[in-house]
């Protein structure tokens, strides 16, 4: 599990049915200072979060479990937006 910052979405005019419902997103992990730290990763996002949010991602048999769809295709995926960050 990690946090990572929505840098953009991936336009696919066809997708696996297992997709169906959710959005491909472009992320980039984030430090504890929130500046990146790595390259883009793409996850599946059936929550609606926006570009600049943070999100909570989970990675493997994790992410397909985040996903509606039973043995989604999926090895990222979004399962939360972070609201505010005390600091």
Do not use: W
Not at 1 to 7: E, N, R, S
Not at 35 to 59: F, H, K, R, T, W
Not at 72 to 86: E, R, S, T
Request: aromatic share 4%.
């Amino acid at each position: 599990m990690f946090i990572g910052k929505v840098v953009g979405k991936v336009v696919a005019t066809i997708k696996h049915e297992g997709l169906a419902g959710g959005a491909l997103t472009v992320l980039q992990k984030v430090d504890d200072k929130k500046q990146p730290a790595g390259s883009n990763l793409v996850a599946m996002d059936y929550i609606g979060c926006g570009e600049g949010d943070l999100v909570l991602v989970v990675e493997g048999c994790s992410a397909r479990f985040a996903c509606p769809v039973k043995d989604a295709p999926v090895d990222l995926a979004v399962v939360g937006i972070l609201d505010k960050n005390p600091n």
